[in-house]
């Protein structure tokens, strides 16, 4: 496990367990919405596609993401392991709901200064939203590609509960 994607809806925790596994295993952590919003005003960072793929060429990384659609085909290729949280909207909703509230209210700074404004709550792509309406097809794409043959090399580690995402988190030590 060198190479990992760890892969989700939005609010499933990916972050934070890419953080935890970066920290144990000693891999280099990238936060692809780091990187992908580069600049102030939510600005797309036009160099993107080109980090992701110098990123990729590197014998160790994780990424906190299912990959936006210019570089996941890349990211699955050369990734070695996905770490899937299929965890049910029961469980992420509530989550992803008090992160953007206390980013609203408490007005922290995410990507490149960027913050979550009260006016965002109301765009087609704030968090809460995005998580509650691609949360079915979000778990059907990773489902799919982790059973496509072009991807057949991965080890894929699917959990459905924060518990066995725990426990799983436990057993790993580093090189």
Avoid: C
Avoid at 19 to 28: D, K, N, Q
């Amino acid at each position: 496990m060198r190479r990992i994607l760890v892969a989700g809806v939005t609010g499933s925790g990916k972050s934070t367990l890419a953080r935890a596994v970066s920290r144990r295993l000693e891999i280099p952590y990238h936060e692809m919405d780091e990187l992908y919003f580069g600049g102030p005003s939510w600005a797309r960072n036009s160099q993107f596609t080109t980090q992701i793929r110098e990123i990729a060429a590197s014998p160790a990384w994780i990424f906190d993401s299912f990959g936006y659609s210019e570089v996941r085909d890349l990211l699955w290729e050369r990734a070695d392991t996905v770490v899937w949280l299929d965890y049910p909207r029961r469980v992420v909703m509530p989550r992803v709901l008090r992160r953007s509230l206390r980013r609203t209210v408490l007005r922290e700074r995410v990507f490149n200064g960027n913050r979550e404004t009260p006016a965002d709550w109301f765009t087609p792509d704030h968090p809460a939203r995005t998580s509650w309406t691609q949360h079915g097809t979000r778990g059907a794409e990773i489902g799919a590609r982790a059973e496509d043959a072009r991807f057949a090399p991965l080890r894929t580690l699917r959990f459905t509960t924060p518990k066995e995402t725990e426990r799983w988190l436990r057993t790993l030590e580093g090189p």
